[in-house]
Each structure stands twice: as structure tokens, then as C-alpha cells.
């Protein structure tokens, strides 16, 4: 009988993390001010956190937590503010007050989403969506090479949760990421939830989705609850971030670890916090796929 | 139709009251394919992404207003400040500025005078919060100066530092806000001219009563007037002025940041 691989077993080649940054244990979740003492005081079992870095732009006492909790666990920065879809240039002060908290904090991956936030001087404070043509793939490119330029290192996008489609469309939206890492030499974060979202909201089938991502690109993943909202006769999925991971993105995400390998994974919650418990429990069950997937990979390979 | 125009029609969509939604403009609707749930509940969608996520930001931002009157008359009031004065960076826990201009334009709240100035102090608060981490000056640095050029140094405040003058009580206001129980209901029939120093020494912010004196001092010392003539046109003003006990003090409360 094969014994379980345990977590500081599975492969730890993470890709577009910094080799000196590397994490021992696969799983995350995101850092919360509701949480920060508790973690600080008893540091759960965790591989990492991750943290939207706009939160600690300025000072305070949030950056005070951060340093703290810093000591004890890797974290990453996942951006929503760098609208790297806007068709305009990323914001520069943007860009120096990120890449500060990058010298300071050492993440060990760095990310951003697929999507738009601002248009002329205004920023709108959402993910919001795109058209998949040629204009955008091209203006999305810029925009990442810019931030990479910055940054002096890769970033990672995220596949976004839309409620509009567009009639445009040049592509599916999996070829626009891989278009995206060939031409920038960026990677992805696989939003596993969204994908779902995606599928049911614009009847897109998963599977194909995943099959379609290549995945050397992949360098994390994100699972999140979402909800189910009534749109006349019909339902709409919102990504809210408020939620246990549903069975169905579990699923899709066993899927996708069989598949692309055994990536670090994030439990997003972002509103109606629960206990940290619920939370280390929901990134036990990442681990504990994770580490199934792992076993049998190397039991088929042994048999 | 090019990106650029898409998201400025898009951004025009957000911020207008949810019923225009449906007054969108042909050829923006004809972006969009429908499916099986019709556009208006798609664009509803991200309209109270939009403008909810940033009325719960001026809700966590200006807890006294919530207090003063009520959710439902704050986000109300939020949604026409955020229809005109949308975020211009992404860092949105700081959003909130000119929200005390606003409400005083805001004629639902012409009847509470002072909530314009409760603004104030919670934007203050706010900044504070979010301000910049500098070091105070050290109490010897002064000393360290020749005597003769003294006079000429430039003593700036905190980065977090705002003063705040107002014909209100905002003090009692605040502590009956966040405790009734414990705090007598300020009296807001006269007028009670307050000035205040908000400052975040280290992670706590504090708020701090002023003399007139030392108000008129600090301000002078906020505008990058030289420390000698800040001095001589507050002495001038207040001649009882006392600037070796004023600098003691807001040594001590980390008032200035280091030279």
C-alpha cells in the first residue's frame, strides 16, 4: 500500500516563484485584519498567505501585522487595482507603492486579474469585464510587460468571473490567457470557482476550459464560495467570496490538480468572515486533494 | 466599438442611479449578447458591485455619520457623492476626500449643521490611519541646532497630522457617537469653537484639544513657516504665548517628524 504523501513531500517546484522564496506546504488563505492576531498568536497550519497589497499602501497598523505575521509564514500579493485591462497605462504611482511593498514583504508570487478598473481618472472598485479581441489582448500586454518591467519580475493573471458576454468576442476566453503568457512570459492563477461561474453563466463547458490551459503556465490556484442569484426565470452566479468552496468547483478543482499538478492553492473569503477555523479547514481540504492526487500519480507510476 | 469608449460608456452606466439602466444607449447594448438573462440584470450586476462596494467604503470610513443618521440616509447620501466623485485611485480605504464639501451642498442634511465637520474629523481619523509610517523627531534634535540658525529650521508635522477648527463640539460628539451610555448628549443649541491636532504617533491615533496659541502655532508650522517667524506672529497674536512649553509637549506627543 501506498503511504499518504504528506505535505512535505509533494514536488515543491513552484512555478514563477523565486527559488529562494520557495513554500513548503501547498495551501493558503487570504490574510484578513479579522484574523491578524489570532495568526499571530497561534500560526495555523498553513503553507502561506496572501494578501491584496492596497491594503498596506500608506502605513499603519496594517503593515505593523504584516511585519509580524511576515516572520512566520510566505505570503503573496494579489493585486486588484493594477486594471490591467484598462486601455490605458497602469497608474505609476500604483506601480511604486506595489513594488515597495514587494521589497519589503518578499512575496512569493505575484499577481493580478484579467480585467478593468479604470477608465479616464475614475476607478470603478470591481473586476470588470472584457471583450476577448485582438485590441484587448494587445492592450493587456502593455500593460503586463509595464508591470513586469517594474517589478523586475513575472506576474501572474487571474481568469475573471464575468456577468456579460460580449458579441465581439475574437476568442474563448482560455485562448486570450494563453496568448497572454506566450507573448509576455507571464503565468496564471487559475481561479477554479470562476471557472465554474464562467461556465454556468455563459454556458462554456469546464472541462474543455482547463484541457485548454497549458500547464507549465499555472502558478496558482484560487477556490472560492459563490452564490446562486434569480435573474427573471433564470439564475446568475456571483462571485462573492462570502461562501464555503461548493462541491461542484471541489470537484472541478480535483479535476484541474490531476491535470495541470500540484500548484499552490488559495481559499479566498472576502466578506462575511468566518472563523479562521472554517478557514484552515477549507485549505486542509486543498491538501488533502492535493496530496490524493499526488499518491495515486505515484502509484500508477510505481505500478 | 473601441475598448476605450466601451469602458468610459461603461464607467457613465455605473455611476447613475440603478432605474437608468435601462436608458443605456443602443449601440452600448448592442455590445452585450443577452442569453437567457436579460441585460439590465447583468448590468445590475456590476451597478451594485460598483456602488455598493464603495457606499460600504464610506460606511466603514464615517462611522460617526452612520451614527449621527442612520444607514439608510448615509448610503443615499453616499451614492449621489460617489455619482460625482468617483474614486481616482485604487486604493480605496482612502477614498472619502471632499465628502465633508459634499454634505454641506447635501440639502437633505441642511437641517444637522455639524455633520460637515463630523466628515471632517472621520476623514482626518482616516488619514491618520493610513499615513505614511515617518519618525518623530527626537527630543534632543533641536538641541543639536546652533542657535544662530534655530530660527530658520522648518519643523514639520506628522504626515498623518490634520488640524481641524469647528464651531461644533466634535469631541462630545464623537464619545456620545460611540458611547451614549456614558457620555452626556453634546449640547449643540451654542456654539463651541473647537480645535483639534489628529496625529498617529505610532499605531494608535490620537486626537488632541488645542489652546488657540498652539492651533495658530502649529498651523503656521503646517504652512513651512520658519520656526522664528512662526514664533514671532503667534507671540504677536497671543502674547502670552509660552513656545519653550509648547515644543516640550509636542515633543512628547510625537507631533513633529524627525528634521
Redesign the interface.
Known amino acids: 500500500m501506498n503511504k499518504l504523501v504528506t505535505s512535505h513531500e509533494v514536488p515543491r517546484a513552484v512555478p514563477f516563484c523565486p527559488p529562494e522564496l520557495s513554500i513548503d506546504d501547498p495551501v493558503g488563505i487570504g490574510l484578513r485584519s479579522p484574523h491578524y492576531q489570532e495568526i499571530i498568536d497561534q500560526p495555523p497550519h498553513l503553507g502561506w498567505l496572501e494578501v491584496h497589497p492596497e491594503n498596506y499602501f500608506g502605513g499603519g497598523m496594517h503593515r505593523h501585522y504584516l511585519k509580524q505575521i511576515r516572520q512566520d509564514f510566505p505570503i503573496s500579493m494579489h493585486g486588484v487595482g493594477l486594471s490591467l485591462g484598462s486601455d490605458q497605462s497602469v497608474d505609476e504611482e500604483h506601480l511604486r507603492q506595489f513594488k515597495e511593498l514587494i521589497d519589503i514583504f518578499e512575496p512569493f508570487v505575484i499577481s493580478d486579474h484579467v480585467s478593468w478598473s479604470a477608465s479616464g481618472n475614475a476607478h470603478l472598485n470591481d473586476l470588470l469585464p472584457l471583450p476577448y479581441t485582438q485590441e484587448t489582448l494587445n492592450r493587456l500586454c502593455e500593460n503586463i510587460d509595464r508591470t513586469q518591467s517594474y517589478f523586475g519580475r513575472k506576474i501572474l493573471v487571474e481568469n475573471p468571473s464575468t456577468y456579460l458576454a460580449f458579441n465581439d468576442n475574437e476568442m474563448p476566453e482560455y485562448e486570450l490567457l494563453n496568448a497572454l503568457c506566450e507573448k509576455t512570459g507571464c503565468g496564471l492563477l487559475l481561479d477554479i470557482n470562476n471557472i465554474y461561474v464562467q461556465s454556468h453563466n455563459h454556458g462554456i463547458d469546464p472541462i474543455e476550459y482547463i484541457d485548454n490551459i497549458k500547464p507549465e503556465t499555472v502558478g496558482e490556484m484560487h477556490l472560492a464560495g459563490h452564490i446562486v442569484k434569480n435573474a427573471g426565470e433564470h439564475t446568475i452566479l456571483i462571485d462573492s467570496h462570502n461562501q464555503l468552496v461548493r462541491n461542484e468547483v471541489w470537484d472541478l478543482y480535483e479535476y484541474a490538480v490531476k491535470r495541470i499538478g500540484s500548484i499552490p492553492t488559495l481559499i479566498e473569503w472576502d466578506q462575511d468572515f468566518p472563523p479562521l477555523e472554517t478557514l484552515v479547514e477549507e485549505a486542509g481540504r486543498a491538501r488533502s486533494i492535493i496530496e490524493r492526487v499526488t499518491a495515486g500519480k505515484q502509484s500508477n507510476e510505481a505500478g | 466599438m473601441?475598448?476605450?469608449k466601451?469602458?468610459?460608456k461603461?464607467?457613465e452606466t455605473?455611476?447613475r442611479p440603478v432605474r437608468e439602466i435601462q436608458d443605456c444607449e443602443a449601440d452600448f447594448k448592442?455590445?452585450?449578447?443577452e442569453?437567457?438573462?436579460?441585460?439590465d440584470?447583468?448590468?445590475k450586476?456590476?451597478h451594485n458591485?460598483?456602488v455598493g462596494?464603495?457606499s460600504e467604503?464610506l460606511r466603514v470610513t464615517f462611522p460617526l455619520l452612520e451614527n449621527l443618521v442612520g444607514e439608510d440616509f448615509l448610503r443615499a447620501m453616499s451614492r449621489e457623492f460617489i455619482f460625482e466623485n468617483?474614486?481616482?485611485?485604487?486604493?480605496?480605504?482612502?477614498y472619502g476626500a471632499g465628502f465633508d464639501d459634499f454634505i454641506k451642498t447635501y440639502e437633505l442634511a441642511k437641517s444637522l449643521p455639524y455633520l460637515a465637520d463630523v466628515a471632517t474629523l472621520e476623514l482626518a481619523l482616516n488619514t491618520a490611519?493610513?499615513?505614511?509610517?515617518d519618525v518623530a523627531l527626537a527630543p534632543d534634535a533641536l538641541a543639536q541646532i546652533p542657535p544662530e540658525t534655530l530660527g530658520d529650521v522648518v519643523l514639520n508635522l506628522r504626515s498623518s497630522a490634520t488640524l481641524i477648527a469647528s464651531s461644533y463640539p466634535l469631541e462630545s460628539i464623537r464619545s456620545f457617537c460611540l458611547d451614549a451610555d456614558n457620555n452626556p448628549a453634546p449640547d449643540l443649541t451654542e456654539e463651541h469653537t473647537c480645535r483639534l491636532l489628529i496625529v498617529?504617533p505610532a499605531?494608535e491615533v490620537n486626537i488632541i484639544s488645542l489652546p488657540e496659541d498652539e492651533f495658530e502655532m502649529l498651523r503656521l508650522l503646517q504652512d513651512k513657516v520658519p520656526l522664528g517667524d512662526a514664533v514671532e506672529k503667534t507671540m504677536a497674536a497671543f502674547p502670552t504665548f509660552d513656545f519653550t512649553a509648547f515644543l516640550q509637549k509636542h515633543t512628547v506627543l510625537e507631533s513633529f517628524t524627525s528634521l
Open positions: 473601441k475598448l476605450a466601451f469602458q468610459k461603461f464607467k455605473m455611476f448592442a455590445l452585450f449578447s442569453g437567457d438573462i436579460p441585460l440584470e447583468r448590468l450586476v456590476y458591485n460598483v462596494s464603495l467604503v468617483p474614486p481616482t485611485s485604487a486604493c480605496v480605504h482612502m490611519y493610513y499615513a505614511p509610517d498617529r499605531l
